[in-house]
Every structure is written in structure tokens, then in C-alpha cells.
């Protein structure tokens, strides 16, 4: 069975500064990877997925995340944090052998301080 | 854009209650998702469905059955709610049940419930 984890449950960051959110994962087949966002009081949003190609994607809001296979990781990353980025991240992911589940993480709360 | 509605963004039941949650999408997708939602624990699969009439199991499917009768619409049920039941509860729906570059879910605003 598939699984994801966030390995930190809040990452401070100061405006402008990089910012890295961590994801790992553990599939049978290959991974389908995805990144959520919520925002305060609102729904899940899409960011970003990775299928195949290019290990490096580009998503919303400036976001970006690399998939490395040997470490199983796909972490999200942003090169100049904006304070509008604080919110809740989740990541998910889908196992390209088995049912069509896809299992989020735990999700991480990043705060950006001005 | 995607619509994925669901039908109360606040609920309060007392225990031992049936309470039905609706959730309906309005894009023609045929795989829907139940989700619960807790501080700390993120996000837990309930149900899914790939089809009308179709369900699978998620991960914490105890005390909860679903209903998909058209392909619009995913309910979830609790049979007898209990106060440990108490959680936001999101519906999302996706396209087909094949990996396709569309995929991705689309996520209603949520339900939160509260089992007094």
C-alpha cells in the first residue's frame, strides 16, 4: 500500500527567503505525486503533480518541486517566500500499480514572517 | 471551472443520529472521494468511488458507508454518529480512473461536523 509523509508539522521561513516544505513517499509501482495547499478558511487547492517526464515541475504561485527517485522524495520548494504563502501543504500521492486511492500526508503549516 | 458542492459547511448531530453528507460535482468525473479532515492527522481517506455504483474501501472506512446512485453524487453516511466522528469532512472528484496529465482532484469547501 502506498504512503506519504511530511516529515515537519510547521517550517518558519522569513519573507524572501528559499523555502523547502519535505515529502517522502513509499509505492509498489511507480508514483503518481502531487501538492495541496489550503489556505485559512478555504478549500484544498491544486499546486502541482508530477506524472513523468521532466523530474523538476513547475506549479502555481511560483511553487516548484523535484522528484527524486532513489531518496523517494518530492519536495516542494519556492526560491523567495511571500508572506501570502502561509497556509497548509499537503502532500499526496498515487500508486501506479493497484486501486486508484490517493493518500495525503499529514500536512505541514508553513508560516512566512515579515 | 470544476464545481465540487457540498451541501452544509456546518452540521451539528447527537449521537446515535443518521446523518447523510451529499457532495456533487458538475464536471462528469467519474471518480469521487471522501476525506476526512483532523488537526494533526491530515487528511484520511474514507470511500472512493470509480464509478456509479461502485465503492472501495479507503482507510478508516469503519462507522461510515457511501451511496452512489448517479454519477454526480457521493454520499456518505454515518449509520449511528458517535463524538469521535466529530471532524471536517471533504468531497473531492477527479477525472477517469486511468492516470491521464489532467489528473487532479477537485475539492469541495468541506463539511464540518460536530457530534454533540
Known amino acids: 500500500a502506498q504512503s506519504v509523509a511530511q516529515p515537519e508539522d510547521q517550517v518558519n521561513v522569513a519573507e524572501g527567503n528559499p523555502l523547502t516544505v519535505k515529502c517522502t513517499y513509499s509505492v509498489s509501482g511507480n508514483p503518481y505525486l502531487f501538492w495541496y495547499v489550503q489556505y485559512p478558511n478555504r478549500g484544498l487547492q491544486f499546486l502541482l503533480k508530477?506524472?513523468?517526464?521532466?523530474?523538476l515541475v513547475k506549479g502555481s504561485y511560483g511553487f516548484e518541486a523535484e522528484f527524486n527517485k532513489s531518496q523517494t522524495s518530492f519536495h516542494l520548494k519556492k526560491p523567495s517566500a511571500l508572506v501570502s504563502d502561509s497556509a497548509l501543504y499537503f502532500c499526496?500521492?498515487?500508486?501506479?500499480?493497484?486501486?486508484?486511492?490517493?493518500?495525503f500526508g499529514k500536512g505541514t503549516r508553513l508560516h512566512i514572517l515579515p | 471551472d470544476v464545481k465540487v458542492t457540498q451541501s452544509s459547511r456546518y452540521l451539528v448531530k447527537r449521537t446515535g443520529e443518521k446523518v447523510f453528507l451529499e457532495c456533487v460535482q458538475d464536471m462528469d468525473h467519474e471518480n469521487m472521494f471522501w476525506y476526512r479532515q483532523d488537526p494533526g492527522l491530515g487528511l484520511r481517506l474514507i470511500y472512493f468511488?470509480?464509478?456509479?455504483?461502485?465503492?472501495e474501501k479507503g482507510d478508516i472506512p469503519e462507522g461510515y458507508s457511501v451511496s452512489r446512485e448517479k454519477k454526480e453524487r457521493f454520499s456518505l453516511i454515518l449509520e449511528s454518529a458517535s463524538t469521535n466522528q466529530t471532524s471536517m469532512y471533504l468531497c473531492a472528484s477527479s477525472l477517469t480512473g486511468t492516470f491521464t496529465t489532467n489528473e487532479k482532484l477537485f475539492f469541495g469547501s468541506g463539511t464540518q461536523l460536530s457530534v454533540l
Open positions: 499526496a500521492v498515487r500508486d501506479e500499480i493497484g486501486d486508484d486511492k490517493i493518500i
Open positions: 468511488s470509480y464509478d456509479v455504483k461502485m465503492k
Open positions: 508530477y506524472i513523468t517526464g521532466d523530474n
